[in-house]
């Protein structure tokens, strides 16, 4: 008897219950049999449409960028001014990380928790997906310092590194029950740091390059 694929699989939205078990639970404890039942098929059809856990991860990562992780290059992208950009990804991150109808947090942070050494393939490439993160955050930030838009004397390293530290709190905090609301005045308060005007007279910031 001939075993794989249900005629009635579908497979984009098997994917979709895949980033949910994934995002809620992490990579390394989430176990096929938790996969399977999300899933709603057996094993081997959950191997004969993706491979094994680890292929299923990575296509779900793949999946979770292009959808739900997508509002980080949106912002980045589609706001010419930095200080707005940053200011949109925090508040979308604020709504994205606490949606009633998905798992809370961002999954390139929660996925990561507690892998174990014969993991860390997966953790190397979620680290590196993150740090890809701020490399673009920190080029926005840059482009607007050049441009005069920002003190000239603006670390846009640390700039960005300290606003996506912002960004992995905020997922914590969801994490942890944290509102909409709660995530907003987080946001509001990180954006108090943005370099002003004030910062290129007195040339100090505590977010700008040492002289």
């Known amino acids: 008897m001939k075993t794989g694929r249900p005629r009635s699989f579908d497979r984009d939205k098997a994917l979709e219950g895949a980033i949910a078990v994934f995002w809620e639970h992490g990579y390394d404890a989430t176990s096929i049999a938790m996969l399977t039942k999300a899933l709603g098929i057996g094993a081997p059809s959950l191997y004969a449409a993706f491979g094994d856990k680890r292929a299923l991860f990575l296509e779900a990562l793949d999946g979770y960028i292009r959808t739900y992780g997508a509002f980080t290059e949106r912002a ?3 706001e010419p001014d930095a200080h707005d950009a940053v200011e949109r990804l925090l508040r979308e991150a604020a709504a994205a990380y606490t949606r009633p109808d998905r798992p809370r947090g961002c999954l390139l942070i929660s996925a990561a928790t507690n892998c174990a050494p014969q993991s ?7 680290r590196d997906l993150r740090a890809m993160g701020v490399r673009a955050l920190e080029a926005k930030i840059d482009a607007a310092t050049r441009s005069g838009r920002l003190p000239a004397h603006t670390d846009a390293h640390v700039l960005a590194t300290f606003y996506s530290a912002v960004l992995q709190g905020m997922s914590a905090q969801a994490r942890d029950g944290a509102t909409t609301s709660d995530l907003e005045q987080v946001a509001e308060a990180a954006l108090r740091a943005w370099p002003s005007a004030a910062d290129q007279r007195a040339g100090d910031s505590g977010l700008t390059a040492p002289k």
């Open 76 to 78: 980045l992208a589609e």
């Open 120 to 126: 860390a393939d997966i953790a190397a490439r979620l």
